[in-house]
């Protein structure tokens, strides 16, 4: 079975960037669509970009001219560029990828919003 890994979490001040990178381990070569989400405590865990196996990219409006989602040509790896970080994006940052879910912020809903493999998270703490 696929596993995902995160890497790239870290605390920040306000205003800066991060690089989150997600790495798929699979038999295969099989493309993948890569989506990355976002968890607080106590709170539902929320899209914030997608990526479909074209290059084609939807952000949720929080990330929207802030962060980049992309993935490396192989589409078993995915990143997440965060620019001007603010404390409310403090949280815990997963990657999910999927055969067939390319829509997930579209289509999909919570918890797992129809994607079928997920990374166990990396933290991300925005300090002002």
């Known amino acids: 079975r696929a596993q995902l890994e995160e890497t790239g979490g870290d605390s920040v001040q306000a205003g800066g960037s991060l690089r989150l990178s997600c790495v798929m381990t699979a038999y295969g070569n099989s493309e993948y669509c890569f989506a990355w989400f976002r968890q607080s405590p106590g709170k539902e865990r929320e899209g914030v970009a997608s990526?479909?196996?074209?290059?084609?990219?939807t952000y949720a409006e929080s990330a929207k001219g802030r962060f980049i989602i992309s993935h490396d040509n192989t589409k078993r790896s995915s990143f997440l560029q965060m620019n001007s970080l603010k404390p409310e994006d403090t949280s815990m940052y997963y990657c999910?990828?999927?055969?067939?879910?390319?829509?997930?912020?579209?289509?999909?809903?919570?918890?797992?919003?129809?994607?079928?493999?997920w990374g166990k998270g990396t933290p991300v703490n925005v300090f002002s």
């Open positions: 999910a990828a999927d055969f067939w879910a390319c829509s997930p912020l579209i289509r999909g809903r919570p918890p797992d919003y129809g994607m079928d493999y």
């Open positions: 990526i479909d196996k074209d290059g084609v990219a």
